[in-house]
């Protein structure tokens, strides 16, 4: 079935150093993949999406692109602020049907001052 | 447009009570999903509802249940309340490949 594989957290980082959330997935067909974002007491907001190979999802400074060939979709930013503090899920989506997504476990993010 | 509301925010029962949450999607949206979210587990897939019927279901046992009105508006059951099930219970509404998620009904069983 489908998966998806995120790095373990919490990822610890100072303002403005450059963050890389690596994800990688299995999937059977052409998944839409998708990175949401958990703030402290709320829901999922969804953060940026790809739905093709080589797409680039970009929002707010955060970016990520679609690699089939190595089945990954790795988040970066290039300069994180304290407010980006955040749980960060990858997901999946297998494209036709229902479109229940796979998510990942989430990879806590903290940025010190 | 308003985002999708969830009702109560926090909740707390006592072991073998039962439960209902309640989730109003986004204005159009047709498929409701709900989640549990727990340090253990991560994030769970319960169920989906599409206009009234139960469309996909996730390895829960039957103590948990839901239903979506014609409105769309959904609720969720959980009956005969254990510990484990103390979580954050996550309800998202979709009208495609993106969810949008409430910000969840925290429930602690004591």
């Known amino acids: 079935g489908d998966s998806v594989t995120q790095m373990e957290g919490p990822v610890t980082l100072s303002e403005e150093a450059f963050l890389t959330i690596n994800c990688t997935y299995t999937a059977t067909g052409y998944p839409s993949l998708f990175w949401y974002v958990q703030y402290p007491g709320e829901g999922l907001q969804l953060l940026l999406k790809?739905?093709?190979?080589?797409d680039k999802g970009s929002n707010k400074g955060f970016e990520a692109t679609y690699r089939k060939e190595t089945t990954s979709f790795h988040l970066e930013k290039g300069s994180v602020q304290v407010s980006d503090s955040a749980v960060y899920f990858c997901?999946?989506?297998?494209?036709?049907?229902?479109?229940?997504?796979?998510f990942g476990r989430g990879t806590s993010l903290i940025v010190h001052p | 447009k308003a985002g999708v509301t969830q009702t109560p925010r926090y909740l707390i029962k006592t072991r073998g009570q039962q439960v209902t949450l309640s989730c109003s999607p986004i204005s159009g949206h047709r498929s409701v999903s709900w989640y549990q979210q727990t340090p253990g587990q991560g994030l769970q897939f319960l169920f989906e509802?599409?206009?009234?019927?139960?469309?996909n279901k996730g390895n829960f046992p039957g103590r948990f249940s839901g239903r979506q009105f014609s409105n769309s508006r959904s609720e969720m059951n959980v009956s005969t309340l254990e510990l484990g099930d103390s979580a954050l219970y996550l309800c998202?509404?979709?009208?495609?490949?993106?969810?949008?998620f409430g910000p969840g009904t925290r429930l602690t069983v004591t």
């Open positions: 997901a999946l989506s297998e494209k036709g049907g229902s479109y229940i997504p796979t």
């Open positions: 998202a509404s979709s009208a495609g490949i993106e969810q949008y």
């Open positions: 790809a739905t093709k190979a080589d």
């Open positions: 509802y599409f206009s009234e019927t139960q469309r």
